[in-house]
């Protein structure tokens, strides 16, 4: 039995916690926080209870798998998981208002035709199809096996190209062609068509982190796993998700400590030794297993970065601009309404003004966007309201990360989440006399509770755009230390971290030469 230490409790760090701890290792979590669970945190006020950070969930079977390797007790077993239908409402400028259904391929091809007119259900339904070849081509090697070392096979970008009309302009697009690799954007103008679809298809990257116009084109894999795979709603929001975890990691006997700030790793004969707390004291162990930011970790290696000679490397400072999230918690009076659905998208009427707010104009500029696209959250769930005669409801919006945009001016962000308000509108009639309060969650409020860079969110990992979208490897320069959670591979949210937590308890308990489950 070997002696691990986990350094954070974020979904990935105890997701390896729990499948370490049941292959017989001990296992101890020192958390800086006072609460498990990173980002998925929950903001309780008057009876009403929201997510702090992701309100969905896709890829349930990640825990599935994991609560049936953990415990006796299955997923469902632990949390009640409801099926959200439809999947999403998209209210545009024009007017247009799509309902899409929750897994069904021909609900939405028939949703859309309905919406945007005849025939772009079926140009959607054939960008889907070939992003699936891309599922097919990326799931293992991105998925569920470690990051291999020659990486950079993955930088080509495994989405096929669309037949064309052969022609003086035939064959420039595709793999590369006069204006180099497809993007997300590129595609979605060019096998769309119609600009509604087309911010359907862009609205998919930001909410990931990821911005449209220098996405690879395999992000077309992102809708393909919502509307493959469906869209999920855990009673008592994510934040029960994480609660579950947290009580199957104790289940499995695993030690946690809470306010403990590791402040540097322990190396002994060139290999990570244990931690060191900020009280002075030293945890010693066999392995070590960082849940942070790869990139806080050189200071607690002496200054030595984690990373080896040739190793994917973590993005710059303050999240190299991947962005962040603006969040307003609504209480409301009045109950919910019968055929309201669970997440509406309220698009932007100037996508292209929107991505240079969140992402820059090429120079680094950003401008406040007046207009910004909008997804609210009105969970049909009694646990998050105090009675049936009133409604929580969270509004989000995807913004630039602290840094680049000062979150903590109050007054700023108070504007920017009146914004957010007035387009919720369009999804809520008679929204501000229904008010009772709101509050307001920043990227600085995300970076103060979770440690992030800037409060930014991190996206999954993409193949394509020469492994730009790759995350650090879950193995380290250092023998003995590994990564864990969404700023290693294989990237962010909920279902990727739980992905993580799986990838180094296998390298752990299998050897550095393991490459994934068969």
Not at 256 to 275: P, Q
Not at 478 to 498: E, N, Q, R, S, V
């Amino acid at each position: 039995m070997a002696r691990i230490v986990v350094i954070g409790s974020g979904m990935g760090a105890m997701a390896a916690a729990a499948r370490l701890a049941v292959a017989g290792h001990r296992v101890v979590v020192y958390e800086r926080g006072r609460t498990h669970g990173g980002g998925v945190g929950r903001f309780a006020r008057d009876g009403f209870r929201f997510d702090t950070g992701p309100g969905l969930l896709h890829l349930p079977a990640v825990y599935r798998d994991l609560f049936v390797k953990t415990g006796k007790q299955t997923l469902e077993q632990s949390v009640e998981l409801i099926q959200v239908d439809p999947a999403s409402r998209h209210l545009f400028a024009d007017g247009t208002d799509v309902r899409l259904p929750n897994a069904s391929r021909a609900g939405v091809l028939q949703a859309l035709d309905g919406a945007f007119g005849a025939g772009a259900g079926e140009r959607w339904s054939d960008l889907v199809n070939r992003a699936r070849e891309v599922w097919d081509a990326t799931r293992r090697p991105l998925l569920e096996e470690p990051l291999r070392a020659d990486w950079r096979v993955l930088g080509r970008d495994p989405y096929p190209a669309a037949p064309v009309r052969r022609g003086r302009l035939g064959g420039l697009f595709g793999r590369g062609g006069a204006d180099g690799p497809p993007t997300l954007a590129g595609v979605a103008r060019r096998e769309l068509k119609d600009p509604r679809a087309v911010a359907l298809l862009e609205s998919h990257a930001p909410a990931h982190g990821l911005d449209p116009r220098s996405a690879p084109a395999a992000a077309t894999v992102l809708p393909y796993i919502e509307q493959t795979f469906g869209t999920w709603y855990v009673r008592g929001g994510m934040r029960a998700l994480a609660d579950a975890l947290h009580e199957r990691c104790r289940q499995r006997k695993v030690e946690f400590h809470f306010d403990a700030e590791v402040t540097g790793i322990v190396e002994k004969d060139g290999r990570a030794a244990g931690v060191e707390l900020a009280d002075g004291t030293v945890a010693e162990a066999d392995a070590v297993v960082s849940g942070i930011d790869p990139a806080l970790l050189p200071p607690l290696l002496g200054g030595q970065a984690p990373w080896r000679k040739g190793d994917v490397r973590p993005e710059p400072a303050a999240g190299g601009g991947t962005p962040g999230r603006l969040t307003v918690f609504l209480a409301l009076r009045g109950a919910r309404p019968e055929d309201t659905a669970h997440r509406t998208v309220v698009h932007a009427p100037d996508r292209e003004a929107e991505l240079v707010a969140v992402f820059g104009d090429g120079s680094g500029l950003r401008e406040p966007c007046p207009h910004p696209t909008v997804t609210v959250l009105r969970p049909d769930d009694p646990t998050v309201r105090p009675d049936e005669e009133h409604e929580a409801v969270t509004l989000t919006a995807v913004v630039a990360p602290h840094g680049p945009v000062d979150w903590t001016d109050g007054a700023a962000a108070e504007r920017d989440a009146q914004r957010l308000i007035t387009a919720a509108e369009a999804a809520i009639p008679g929204l501000r006399d229904r008010m009772l309060w709101h509050e307001v969650r920043t990227p600085a409020d995300t970076g103060a509770e979770t440690g992030a860079r800037g409060g930014a969110v991190p996206g999954p990992v993409l193949a394509g755009a020469d492994g730009a979208f790759l995350r650090p490897a879950n193995v380290t320069r250092l023998p003995g230390l590994y990564l864990a959670g969404g700023w290693a591979h294989p990237g962010g949210g909920l279902a990727h971290a739980g992905m993580s937590g799986a990838l180094v308890a296998g390298l752990i308990v299998e050897g550095e030469d393991w490459r994934g489950s068969q």
